[in-house]
Structure formats: C-alpha cells, structure tokens
C-alpha cells in the first residue's frame, strides 16, 4: 500500500462513518465533490478539517479551506500528502 | 429572461396592497385570528412586516413585541419603540435576560468559548463570523471566533464543531425564547404571530428553527432583501431603521449579517441568486453586475451550497404515516 493508498483509506473510513452512517448505499468515488452530492454540509467541513488536522498532525489555514484542497477524496488526498510530504 | 440592473425592483406601493390584503384574508379568515404579534428589533425586516400589519390589519389589531437581551445593542429597543410610534401600535417589552440566564444561555455559551480561548470571561465580547471574501476565492463557509477585549484588541480562530455546535445551541436559546414569548403573547389575544424573515434568510438557512423561523405567516419570505429596502420606503419605515447595517443582534460583538452568514453584499447577492433562479448564464449575470465570469460562477455556487445545506431546516417533523393517506396502522 502507497502511502497516498493509505491516507485515502483512512479519509474514506471516516467519511463512511462519520457522514454516511445509514446511507449505505451512496456510493462515493474518489472525484465526487462533497457538497455537490450533499454528504457534507458547512458542519461536517469543521469536522473534516479537525479530523486531518489531528490524525496527519498539521494546521489547516483559513485560505487552505477550499474546495480545491477538501472537496473529494482526490483533492485531499492530493492536499495532505502535499502538506505532510 | 432579459436580466438587467433594475431586475428586482417592484412597484412598492402595488406590493405592499397585495401584501395587505393577503395578511388580512390570512390572518383573519384562514387562521381565524383576531389580529397578529410581531417580535420587533429595530431591524428592517420586522419592520416591514410591522407596517404591513398595520395597514392591513389596523394599528390596533397588532402588538410590536421587543424582547432584548445582555447582548442586545442598545439602539435596537429605541428604533423599535420609534417604528411602534410611528405606526400607531402598541409595544410589549420583554427582557428575556433573566429566562436566558435560568436556561443556561449565556454560561453555556462561554463555556464552548473557552475552549477555543481560555481567556474568555464576561469583560469580553465574541461573534462569529464566515469568510467574506465569497468573490475573490472558491471558499468553503467554516465560522472563525472572534473575541474582543475591554481595550478592543480582537483575537480570531476558526472553531473546531463541538465549540460552534455549543455556541449556536445556546446562542439559538435566544430565537427560541424569543418564539415562546411572542406565542404567549399571541394566544392571551387570539392573535397570530407574523414572522420577519425575507427570502435570503428563509432559504439560505439564515434563521433558527422552531425559533425566529417559527411563526404563523411569514409575509416577506418570498422577497430578497433589496425589495424589503423598497418595501420599508413605500411604508414609511424610519430613515434611521432602514440605513442601519442588518446584524444578528445575538452577539455581543456586533456582527453583521454579512460577515456572519451572507459572505456578499445583499445588492450583489440578491442580484446574482434571481440570476441564477432564472437561469441566466453566468458571464451575462457578470456582465450585468460588473464581475467576472469567475466571480458569478462562486456566487451561484456559495448560494446553492448555502441552500441546499439547509434544507433540513425548512422541512416539516418527518412522518412515518402518509399525510396524503391518513390511515393509521402499519408502518412499513
């Protein structure tokens, strides 16, 4: 396993159990924008953020909170392995 | 759709008889109400909603209720004493300071701050605020922390969602006390509550449920924001009301409704939102606006976000029963 493989697996294992507990069937693939298909709201951006803040151990900014950074599973696998990188 | 600068202006004085005579006919005939109470702020909206009560109703079939609290500005009770004044209605007030405290409002409140800053006590004060800058940069709307102290230095940090989830539980204490009381008042006359909120409030979400969003008829939740500026001319309302800057008048810091929840001057964001209803491409939308393309493009998409995010909040209690069917029994 890459070590990008393994930054998507843990993203992936907290989205699933943290926004789409009962949603099951919603399939999430890896360029799928977060907000377009309605899994997370302004909310579960704080709890995203505070999430990778904590498990890969740095401080998002302000001006790092876009969509280009956090909205798809690519976009942060892209954006915390360019910042733990 | 031709989409021009002038595309929100109403003919105020039409709108305002239309409005009227659909507040009497629902106030008096299909709630069977015998007049309406509406919660005043010296703010714009309930305002409005004030003056068209009174025209449609008569001044004395409407009760102004003004219900401040600690963090309340000082202005607010005046303007609204001012508006009641002037239309002829009679005013309550209610200071719900004292139920906050019995309910925990403001200790809750300060014990979520204190997490993001230890060094918060009562001399400071807080707001919250989204980022501002929804033009210039594709950004997501996250709430940064401000607190502020006695010599006025500020310090700013984004929350993490347990200390903003907290602080808008106990800050939204204050819409919902603010509902119960204006019920009370309501019922000991047979009246209706007549909500404020406008249509950038009721459908972006910038409302509390079962709080400021609770109420009988809402008569200004299908107008923008610039057409309640054009409504509260034609009315009549206060010059000093009208050109003060809205705030959510819930924290103590003073924040704009701009930097708390819009992100956009409401000018500009109205505009672009009945753009984007209308479907109007978004480099004509620019155009029009003086933008780039780039720039309509993020407003669509912040307002869309915005309203699709808050859905929840204008959803009916879920049933498990069809209300359509009205049968009783199995659920499944």
Redesign the interface.
């Known amino acids: 396993m890459t070590p990008n493989d393994n930054i998507k697996k843990k993203l992936k294992d907290f989205i699933r159990e943290v926004f789409l507990v009962g949603d099951e069937d919603q399939e999430l693939s890896d360029g799928d924008s977060f907000m377009q298909t309605g899994i997370i709201d302004s909310t579960g951006v704080l709890e995203l953020a505070s999430f990778i803040e904590r498990e890969f151990a740095f401080t998002i900014e302000d001006d790092e909170m876009t969509p280009q950074n956090l909205d798809s599973i690519s976009n942060l696998v892209a954006f915390i392995s360019k910042k733990i990188g | 759709m031709k989409f021009n600068k002038e595309s929100l202006k109403i003919d105020a004085r039409l709108v305002s008889e239309q409005l009227a005579e659909t507040i009497l006919k629902q106030v008096r005939v299909t709630l069977k109400k015998a007049g309406a109470v509406v919660g005043i702020s010296g703010g714009l909206d309930s305002s409005v909603v004030l003056a068209l009560c009174a025209k449609a109703l008569g001044p004395d079939r409407v009760v102004g209720v003004m219900m401040p609290e600690t963090d309340s500005s000082p202005d607010s009770q005046q303007l609204a004493q001012a508006l009641a004044d002037r239309f002829g209605v009679q005013t309550v007030v209610e200071n719900i300071t004292p139920a906050l405290e019995g309910m925990g409002c403001y200790r809750r409140r300060d014990e979520a701050i204190r997490e993001v800053f230890p060094e918060y006590d009562h001399t400071y004060k807080n707001k919250i605020t989204i980022?501002t800058n929804i033009l210039e940069?594709?950004?997501?709307?996250?709430?940064?922390l401000t607190i502020e102290n006695a010599a006025g230095e500020t310090k700013s940090k984004?929350?993490?969602?347990s200390a903003?989830?907290k602080v808008v539980a106990a800050s939204n204490l204050k819409q919902r006390l603010r509902m119960t009381t204006l019920y009370y008042h309501a019922e000991e006359r047979n009246y209706a509550v007549a909500g404020t909120g406008n249509k950038d409030e009721h459908c972006q979400g910038f409302f509390v449920k079962y709080g400021d969003g609770g109420a009988d008829l809402k008569p200004i939740a299908h107008l923008f924001k610039v057409q309640i500026y054009q409504l509260a001319e034609e009315l009549g309302v206060p010059d000093e009301i009208i050109k003060r800057v809205p705030t959510t008048d819930t924290y103590s810091a003073g924040s704009t409704q701009e930097e708390f929840f819009f992100g956009l001057d409401f000018y500009r964001m109205d505009m672009l939102w009945y753009a984007m209803e209308n479907g109007v491409p978004t480099d004509e939308a620019a155009k029009v606006m003086n933008l780039s393309e780039q720039q309509a493009r993020r407003a669509y998409a912040n307002i869309q976000?915005k309203i699709?995010?808050?859905e929840y909040l204008r959803l009916p209690p879920l049933e498990v029963q069809s209300k359509q069917s009205g049968k009783s029994g199995k659920l499944m």
């Open positions: 980022p940069k594709e950004t997501f709307n996250f709430f940064t984004r929350m993490p969602p903003y989830l976000r699709d995010g808050t």
